[in-house]
């Protein structure tokens, strides 16, 4: 490992170098050309790296660093051949890194694990539906089986994957969404009305004040740094908020443009608040005190009285609430002085129209739910929802979690969407909720569930407490991945397994009545189409479609009310029932294919209308509880590296951070290093802490100084996974508390 110091800014010639060098290196000059062409394009395919919107106007080269690495990742023309099943047993493989996983190459052929075996070996698809068919109807209830979904999977699988799913008998729907932005849906559905962001992509432009929280645009969505890049050339300002610098919000330079290249660049942020891990809601309610005390010494001037008499409620429960902030506990609780928040409060009370973004640094919290509610009390006191250049902006990260939750992906659907189905079907689906991701791996080791079928993903790596989901994991009498490249959870399986190998998102997807395409929805609820671009690399392979469809046939038979096999032929039957159950798809199949397609409706952007309890917003109070951390303890949160997509690991470096073949590194406060007598380059067990629990341990991890927030470290998901226990969650949404673990860091006995 090599470890350098972290880079001062984003993307540039080395950006465009270290994407065009892995693409043209495993794919070469023809299939990078055509595939590269396409990504994002209006006639193309989706990026499967995140979920940032397209412009209206598409670049020739619509696509970042990350991006590419994706695409090639998954259009690499390198298979698994047969014999490499015999060849590596699941003991083996068990002991292989996520990295050397996935650089095995394209899954191209259904594989079994029977019980007692510690091989795969390959299986015909008609023999692996019946096995999965036959451990279903064989259970003693259809909650005893649970349905995983990835957010890369399109709206169209989606939707016949949940109906499938309760048509069986089930809402056990757990999603990748439970893990990361389940907190956001939560919060925002309980004070907006809805669980999405309430922008628009040309926003961005219109805002005068952007505050970036608990994010890293650089790594996790680059093209967002094309949006601030214009928005701060429209006079914005962007303020963010992290407990670590990141090279993205510090300088961009963008590659398309000549100062990107041989120039400096666009200067990103105009403030850097390092706030302490756990500390956002504090500095949120300390923001809206601030506002409430100009609007008491300037009466009518400051609030949007209007907006708020007319669309709102609890404003005067909220005055008396933060009346009673404690500013030292605010100050204690962020690490901030007061003079840096009073600059971003100053700045808010300046900015006309203001968006707030924020990703899992906000949501992997105890008090997430509470946090993002302290968002929307912000932006609601200055009518900052429903205009132009303003609004609450939730960051997704697959580039489809969103849709897969609009298609009824979620184990809580609400009786409306569950009547429509019934309407369409004439079946009645369950109306018990089911399990979330968490629920699912508890209800495992209780031995509840038997069966885990899982529409892409990789659970027990991307989930809490790696050693607890593991053995869970592992005490299931069958699981099945729907897959494209191998990963952790293809080798922690139950006593029999299955691998259905599935077509990507690059790929062409050809069934009876021609060439078909699939769609998908991004962060700021425009749903457009994707078209595969490439050939399979094996005619082995079916679509998702094929394997939900054909699945469904053989568990539940083709005498049913649902036309499975015509789904099958034609995805635009399956859109000709979504116009009909779910709401803004009136028309699917023709507004999908016009270039660009459509954006679905959104009650607080477009018409300040909110379909809460009340039919206002809610103006919420939420009790501050600083995370505690005793003395000579961290607190932890884990984070991506640059060349990695979730749990995905693209190479051992991380580029903008200084780190060079290496993943087993935490990164501490030099200051704090003193303190707790440890040393750059040490090796270190990270122990963390929980009050009635053993302890949890990852070894030999080198230690980093870097300029992390004081009392703060940070250590690579997934691998550091393994530090949080699944009991830790946040309150409300479930979603397990990635972002503040205590931890103590002991010398490890190799020694440096």
């Known amino acids: 490992m090599r470890v350098e110091p972290p880079e001062s800014w984003a993307v540039g010639l080395p950006g465009v170098t270290s994407a065009m060098s892995y693409a043209l290196g495993d794919l070469g000059p023809s299939r990078t050309l055509r595939l590269l062409s396409r990504v994002n394009q209006k006639d193309g395919f989706d990026c499967m790296s995140c979920a940032w919107p397209d412009p209206g106007h598409r670049a020739r080269a619509e696509f970042c660093e990350n991006g590419a690495r994706a695409v090639t990742w998954e259009a690499t023309t390198l298979t698994v051949p047969t014999e490499f099943w015999a060849a590596h047993s699941l003991t083996e493989l068990a002991s292989r890194s996520e990295y050397w996983l996935g650089q095995q190459g394209r899954l191209v052929e259904p594989v079994h694990k029977a019980a007692g075996s510690d091989h795969y070996e390959p299986i015909s698809w008609a023999s692996a539906l019946r096995l999965v068919a036959s451990k279903l109807n064989g259970l003693d209830s259809p909650d005893q089986a649970a349905f995983y979904t990835s957010g890369r999977t399109a709206n169209e699988t989606a939707f016949v994957y949940q109906l499938f799913v309760r048509a069986f008998g089930t809402n056990n729907l757990p999603d990748c969404s439970n893990m990361c932005h389940e907190s956001t849906g939560t919060a925002m559905l309980e004070t907006l009305g809805i669980g999405k962001s309430t922008i628009a992509y040309d926003d961005f432009e219109k805002a005068d004040l952007i505050i970036v929280m608990g994010q890293n645009p650089g790594t996790n969505h680059p093209r967002m740094l094309n949006a601030l890049e214009d928005a701060k050339r429209a006079g914005a300002a962007i303020v963010s908020v992290n407990p670590l610098p990141e090279a993205g919000l510090r300088r961009y330079k963008n590659p398309k443009t000549v100062r990107g290249i041989v120039g400096r660049g666009t200067d990103m942020a105009d403030q850097f608040l390092q706030i302490r891990s756990g500390g956002d809601m504090a500095l949120l309610q300390h923001l809206s005190r601030r506002v409430l005390e100009a609007e008491s010494r300037n009466p009518g001037t400051v609030l949007d009285h209007e907006f708020l008499s007319e669309h709102t409620l609890g404003l005067d429960e909220l005055r008396a609430h933060l009346d009673q902030l404690d500013q030292d506990e605010v100050l204690a609780a962020t690490g901030l002085t007061l003079e840096e928040m009073d600059e971003l409060a100053d700045r808010y009370l300046a900015a006309e129209c203001v968006i707030i973004t924020w990703a899992m640094g906000i949501t992997q919290h105890r008090k997430g739910v509470d946090t993002i509610k302290e968002i929307v009390n912000l932006l609601l006191l200055r009518g900052n929802i429903g205009k132009p250049g303003a609004g609450a902006s939730p960051i997704r990260g697959h580039s489809n979690v969103q849709g897969d939750r609009t298609?009824?992906?979620?184990?809580?659907?609400?009786?409306?969407?569950?009547?429509?189905?019934?309407?369409?079907?004439?079946?009645?689906?369950?109306?018990?909720?089911?399990?979330?991701?968490?629920?699912?791996?508890?209800?495992?080791?209780?031995?509840?569930?038997k069966v885990w079928f899982a529409l892409g993903g990789n659970l027990v790596a991307a989930i809490s407490d790696t050693?607890?989901?593991?053995?869970?994991m592992r005490g299931t009498e069958l699981t099945v991945q729907v897959s494209t490249k191998l990963n952790r959870s293809h080798v922690v399986t139950g006593a029999e397994a299955?691998?259905?190998?599935?077509?990507?998102?690059?790929?062409?997807?050809?069934?009876?009545?021609?060439?078909?395409?699939?769609?998908?929805?991004?962060?700021?609820?425009?749903?457009?189409?994707?078209?595969?671009?490439?050939?399979?690399?094996?005619?082995?392979?079916?679509?998702?479609?094929?394997?939900?469809?054909?699945l469904a046939r053989a568990v539940l038979g083709d005498d049913g009310p649902i036309d499975w096999a015509g789904f099958e032929r034609s995805y635009d039957t399956i859109r000709s029932s979504i116009s009909r159950v779910v709401p803004g798809f009136e028309d699917f199949n023709e507004r999908i294919r016009h270039r660009g397609g459509f954006v679905l409706p959104n009650g607080p952007r477009d018409s300040r209308t909110f379909a809460t309890s009340t039919g206002k917003a809610m103006i919420t109070v939420n009790d501050l509880v600083p995370v505690e951390c005793p003395p000579g303890r961290l607190i932890l949160q884990t984070i991506r590296s640059h060349d990695q997509f979730n749990t995905t690991t693209y190479s051992l470096n991380d580029r903008y951070r200084g780190i060079h073949g290496g993943r087993d590194v935490v990164f501490v406060n030099p200051a704090d290093l003193l303190e707790l007598g440890l040393s750059d380059g040490q090796r270190v067990d990270l122990h963390s802490e929980w009050p009635g629990e053993p302890d949890r341990v990852l070894r030999h991890q080198r230690v980093v100084a870097y300029p992390t927030s004081r009392g703060c470290a940070a250590a690579y998901?997934?691998?550091?996974?393994?530090?949080?226990?699944?009991?830790?969650?946040?309150?409300?949404?479930?979603?397990?508390?990635?972002?503040?673990?205590?931890?103590?860091?002991?010398?490890?006995?190799?020694g440096p």
């Open 467 to 472: 050693a607890a989901a593991e053995a869970a």
């Open 717 to 750: 998901f997934p691998e550091a996974n393994v530090l949080v226990s699944l009991s830790s969650t946040a309150l409300g949404s479930n979603t397990p508390v990635s972002k503040a673990v205590i931890v103590r860091l002991e010398a490890s006995p190799t």
């Open 498 to 550: 299955l691998i259905l190998p599935t077509l990507g998102r690059t790929d062409v997807d050809l069934q009876e009545s021609g060439p078909q395409f699939l769609s998908v929805e991004d962060s700021v609820c425009a749903v457009h189409a994707t078209h595969g671009a490439v050939p399979p690399v094996s005619d082995m392979l079916l679509s998702e479609v094929s394997i939900v469809t054909r």
């Open 407 to 449: 298609m009824g992906i979620w184990e809580r659907m609400p009786d409306r969407f569950l009547d429509a189905l019934a309407a369409e079907f004439s079946f009645e689906p369950p109306r018990r909720h089911g399990l979330d991701s968490v629920q699912s791996i508890e209800a495992m080791r209780r031995g509840e569930i």
